[in-house]
């Protein structure tokens, strides 16, 4: 069944694109012939499928197209571009406090230092 689905997405996007994934949703399962319940149950599955399958291009935003109205070098340029909340700047670690173990052997010590304390008292 999923197959099928992907298969009727590959035809819509051929058909009419970009379109929202919302949309492309909803002209699959109705083509699909998917009642409401079948609908909601499947979904998330056909999202997830669409997101694997090498036919499909996620434009962002979640726009869906087919690969194959786009050129190589927009694959490229997406796989490069870096999100910027996810580079770390030197700077921003001066703030950061780091918390570490300690190695077995700082553990030995210290335990060696407390029993002599205690033996002392």
Same mark, same amino acid.
């Given at each position: ?24 949703w909803?002209?699959?399962s109705?083509r ?20 694997f ?9 979640? !726009?869906? #197209? ?8 927009e ?5 490069? +571009?870096? @999100? /910027?909340? *996810?580079? !770390?700047? #030197?700077?921003?670690?001066d ?5 570490t173990?300690?190695?077995?052997? +700082?553990? @030995? /010590?210290? *335990? ?10």
């Amino acid at each position: 069944m999923a197959d099928h689905l992907l298969e009727l997405a590959n035809e819509i996007l051929q058909e009419n694109h970009p379109i929202s994934f919302a949309e492309l949703w909803d002209l699959v399962s109705a083509r699909a012939g998917l009642d409401n319940n079948s609908k909601k149950s499947k979904v998330s599955r056909f999202f997830t499928n669409l997101s694997f399958d090498g036919r499909f291009f996620n434009l962002g935003g979640n !726009v869906w #197209d087919l690969k194959s109205f786009h050129k190589l070098e927009e694959f490229r340029r997406d796989a490069d +571009e870096e @999100d /910027e909340d *996810d580079i !770390v700047d #030197d700077d921003d670690l001066d703030d950061t406090i780091f918390v570490t173990q300690p190695s077995k052997e +700082e553990k @030995d /010590e210290s *335990d060696d230092d407390s029993s002599e304390e205690e033996k002392n008292q």
